[in-house]
């Protein structure tokens, strides 16, 4: 069955950085588009970055454009969310999403 396990959360001072990684297993990791959503206190899940199988096409929510980079490998299953200026609005559990299927989710705090 699908897997998928985060790991790289913490606590973190506004302007400061954070590497999301998720392992994944289970599925041919290659073919599918891999996700990164976020939930903070009181919100909707939402959607914070995506890229394509291969890796050629990425998206950002605007709110994150230009701070965060997703990436993947392939050969290690993984995804990272490379998470830079981080301002407290940012503060959420972070989750890695595959196909139909939803990690643990890793806390991210941003505070001084």
């Known amino acids: 069955q699908v897997q998928l396990v985060e790991s790289g959360g913490g606590l973190v001072q506004p302007g400061g950085s954070l590497r999301l990684s998720c392992a994944a297993s289970g599925f041919t990791f290659w073919k599918y588009s891999m996700f990164w959503y976020r939930q903070a206190p009181g919100k909707e899940r939402e959607l914070v970055a995506s890229?394509?199988?291969?890796?050629?096409?990425?998206y950002y929510a605007d709110s994150v454009k230009g701070r965060f980079t997703i990436s993947r490998d392939n050969a290690k299953s993984t995804v990272t969310l490379e998470m830079n200026s981080l301002e407290p609005e940012d503060t959420a559990v972070y989750y890695c999403?595959?196909?139909?299927?939803w990690g643990q989710g890793t806390q991210v705090t941003v505070s001084s």
């Open positions: 890229i394509t199988g291969a890796g050629g096409s990425t």
């Open positions: 999403y595959a196909p139909n299927s």
